[in-house]
């Protein structure tokens, strides 16, 4: 089973269909979390319906700002909401085949700082919570490490550690990734050019232990500034990986 996140920067460009069902076509993910939507209401709910996807769940936007989608194929997965703000989706996935459940924790985390540290205490909440297989996925809008940016201002210590601490408090791993290192790029020329690894997957160790082979992508960037990134939980062909990485 495979699970897709995007930010899109907007699902009104007329690319935007023809993308998602791009992506359908090569990678059949069960699960589609798109971000920074700038779509909520009725609207959100009339374009969802005409993605190849048959459950849906909407953020309310911020203004003409963020949005956050959950998508997915009910014959494939069984999703039921467990609670949601502006920033995060919480929820139980179970998937039919294998009935195995865990928690789907899908994020757009603001660009302003200060309402980021209000995401990272949500989901230090969150895992005083439940003792269940968790995956926190989406954009942080926040580098991780140094080595996470190219070009511009130098990445915040004080920022990265406040990161560092969520992922710590929630039992976070980083198990890697195949594809170009950075997911979002200014797409300047090369004296001005700022790339960055914000869009991420994150899981604990008891979901490592249901899915040992999981592999995460960086796939190819198109339509937006940030490229789709893939998790897929049994992939095909399997290569030699690192170690998962704790913080």
């Not at 997915?72 to 919480?90: F, G």
Request: hydrophobic content about 40%.
């Amino acid at each position: 089973m495979n699970i897709i996140i995007w930010n899109c920067r907007g699902v009104l460009k007329p690319s935007f269909k023809k993308r998602v069902g791009d992506l359908v076509q090569n990678h059949n993910p069960a699960i589609l979390v798109v971000m920074e939507t700038r779509v909520g209401g009725d609207k959100a709910r009339e374009i969802t319906n005409l993605l190849p996807f048959d459950g849906a769940i909407h953020t309310n936007t911020i203004g003409y700002a963020g949005g956050l989608w959950v998508l997915w194929n009910t014959d494939r997965v069984e999703i039921a909401l467990l609670s949601k703000t502006e920033q995060e989706i919480h929820t139980e996935v179970k998937v039919r085949l294998t009935n195995l459940s865990w928690i789907l924790s899908a994020v757009y985390a603001s660009p302003r700082n200060a309402e980021r540290q209000v995401l990272w205490e949500n989901l230090m909440s969150v895992a005083d919570l439940h003792n269940m297989p968790w995956v926190i996925a989406g954009d942080f809008n926040e580098p991780l490490l140094s080595e996470d940016k190219f070009g511009g201002r130098a990445v915040s210590v004080n920022r990265s550690l406040l990161f560092k601490e969520c992922l710590d408090k929630c039992n976070m791993l980083d198990i890697g990734f195949a594809g170009p290192r950075f997911t979002w790029s200014n797409r300047r020329e090369v004296q001005a050019l700022i790339q960055e690894r914000i869009d991420r997957f994150f899981v604990n160790p008891s979901w490592c232990v249901m899915y040992p082979n999981a592999k995460i992508t960086h796939l190819t960037r198109c339509h937006s500034d940030h490229c789709p990134v893939l998790l897929e939980m049994q992939p095909r062909i399997q290569n030699g990986r690192s170690r998962p990485f704790r913080f």
